[in-house]
């Protein structure tokens, strides 16, 4: 005997729930094979469900547009911290600047490799370090790093730190919104198996497939086992 298989999408739930909703609204009530109360409940939760899957999908939508925007930008500020750093570490070894002066960014005299900027989180520590370290350098009269200045590295830094915070902004609307989804598909799993329950209970009288090709109006899907097609096919 077949099964019947519970949607396990979204997309599934919002088939099952408008496809008894319809037939719901076209039949009198005493012809429904399910109950009335059932489908003021369908008419109440539809229009939800329906909202946060296009919530859900337009916060995706747009965070996926706007990391298109966001990329370039968090590798050029990456590029201009870094060449920051490298410019800063030449001139040390051509004689120009004191090892010492690499105290003013929080580097470590005695290490040449450039620091870790492989995640956002180094990037925003460094940016903020080298743009204090070079205003308490030049506010002693120290003379200003260029190829680049620190003024064109914040420029870029801080066009990162915008898209950044904009881009967690979406990251959190986004998670949001699967939050709330998450909430509204265990309601919606409830009314369908309730819709299902009572369509069933209703057919009970008729043939095994008579029941299931009725029940199937309103939205039932049933699955036969791999023996059963076998049977199927060789009957």
Known sequence: MPYRRLPNTDLARLRALRTAYAIGKELPPF?????????????????????????????????IEKNKEYLPVLKKAKLYISHFIQVLNMAIARGDLPASEKHFFGLKENIKKLPSLNSESDIIKWGEKLILGESLRTKQGRSHITNPTIAVVKVRYENFLDSYKFQKMLQKNHSRAQDNLETL??????????????????????????????AKDYGLIYVFRKNEISKIESG
Do not use: G, M
Request: with cysteine; proline share 2%; aromatic share 10%.
């Open 31 to 63: 012809k429904l094979a399910y109950s009335q109360s059932t489908l003021q409940k369908i008419q109440s939760f539809l229009p939800s469900f329906e909202k946060t899957l296009l919530e859900c999908k337009h916060a995706y939508a747009k965070q």
């Open 185 to 214: 598909r265990i309601k919606a799993d409830e009314i369908i198996i309730n819709i299902w329950d009572e369509v069933e209970k209703h057919f009970r009288n008729e043939s095994e497939e008579a029941r299931r090709v009725k």
